[in-house]
């Protein structure tokens, strides 16, 4: 089955500064990469995500992008904010037409946004 | 709109008793997810259910099931609980499939003592 490795575990920034996490996965198959943000006790939020037929989605100060060929993608926050702090998680699916398969994650990073 | 629910939110179980846990889609989603988080293991697929019917399994043992009615909720079983099965168990819905915008409600956290 599919595998996610996300690095890193914790990233602590600078308020101001970029922040960036990686993921890789091992299933060529997958085709779908949707990034989600966690907040103390509550549940995941989608934030943005990408499909395997373009390299680069962009949504404010958040972007994704994508490299089928190395197997990994990258979640990048530009100008980051306190409210950014948070737990960050990566996940890979593969969407077919009449297919349900879940959504495989990878651990998590916890983002740490210094003022 | 209102969001994802699940009931209830904290849930406190001794070893080989059962649970169900209960899950309110978002209005109009069919497709109904569940996952398990756990500090060590991260967030995990366990199944989902669309139109009353379960269309995957993540790799989780029997134990572990759930059914959706024809109003879409869902819920999820598992029997003769273990220590092991302490966890964070999320509900996600969606119109149709996963891979479209998932919501996730905020959670039922079990402890199994």
């Known amino acids: 089955g599919e595998n996610v490795e996300q690095h890193p575990s914790t990233l602590s920034v600078q308020e101001g500064d970029s922040a960036v996490i990686k993921c890789t996965y091992s299933?060529?198959?997958?085709?779908?990469f949707p990034w989600y943000k966690q907040e103390l006790g509550k549940g995941p939020q989608l934030i943005i995500d990408?499909?395997?037929?373009?390299g680069e989605k962009k949504d404010q100060r958040i972007a994704v992008t994508l490299n089928k060929t190395a197997k990994h993608f990258s979640l990048h926050i530009t100008e980051t904010q306190p409210e950014d702090s948070a737990v960050y998680f990566c996940?890979?699916?593969?969407?077919?037409?009449?297919?349900?398969?879940?959504?495989?994650f990878g651990k998590g990073t916890h983002l740490i946004i210094q003022p | 709109k209102a969001g994802v629910t699940q009931t209830p939110r904290y849930l406190i179980k001794t070893r080989g008793q059962q649970v169900t846990l209960s899950c309110s889609p978002i209005?109009?989603?069919?497709?109904v997810s569940w996952y398990q988080q756990t500090p060590g293991q991260g967030l995990q697929f366990l199944f989902e259910?669309?139109?009353?019917?379960?269309?995957n399994k993540g790799n989780f043992p029997g134990r572990f099931s759930g059914r959706q009615f024809s109003n879409s909720r869902s819920e999820m079983n598992v029997s003769t609980l273990e220590l092991g099965d302490s966890a964070l168990y999320l509900c996600?819905?969606?119109?149709?499939?996963?891979?479209?915008?998932?919501?996730f409600g905020p959670g039922t956290r079990l402890l199994v003592l």
């Open positions: 209005s109009g989603h069919r497709s």
């Open positions: 990408i499909r395997s037929n373009v």
């Open positions: 299933d060529s198959a997958s085709n779908y």
């Open positions: 996940a890979a699916s593969i969407e077919s037409g009449g297919g349900a398969d879940g959504l495989t």
């Open positions: 259910y669309f139109s009353e019917t379960q269309r």
């Open positions: 996600a819905s969606s119109l149709s499939r996963p891979q479209e915008t998932q919501y």
